[in-house]
């Protein structure tokens, strides 16, 4: 299995990005998903997730900013971040919750003021 994470970089406060990351080795659609994130001296924080269902949840700090979603044809799940907050800065990790664990590695996005 392999998860690859793309889509960080600089932006400034206020501005959006898109998050993608495609699953190899396994079937995604049968997958629960999931985004965390680390910010520099903070413990890894779940962010936003979706089931093989396509139901939804994100936290509340992101809730109205960000949007999970995924495409089950292209393996890919994405976290489109809107209106981009400077503490908005960490390592966004992708993750399979279900039926398994699994980490991708992480892509950074840094939120200037």
């Known amino acids: 299995v392999q998860l690859q994470a793309s889509g960080g970089g600089l932006v400034q406060a206020g501005g959006s990005l898109r998050l993608s990351c495609v699953l190899s080795?396994?079937?995604?659609?049968?997958?629960?998903m999931a985004w965390y994130r680390q910010a520099p001296g903070k413990q890894r924080e779940w962010v936003a997730g979706?089931?093989?269902?396509?139901?939804?949840g994100a936290t509340d700090s992101v809730k109205g900013r960000f949007t999970i979603s995924r495409d089950n044809a292209k393996n890919t799940l994405y976290l489109q971040m809107n209106s981009l907050k400077p503490e908005d800065t960490a390592v966004y990790y992708c993750?399979?919750?279900?039926?398994?664990?699994?980490w991708g590695q992480g892509t950074l996005v840094t939120v200037s003021s």
């Open positions: 993750k399979v919750t279900s039926p398994y664990t699994y």
């Open positions: 979706i089931t093989k269902d396509g139901r939804t």
């Open positions: 080795g396994s079937i995604f659609s049968r997958n629960d």
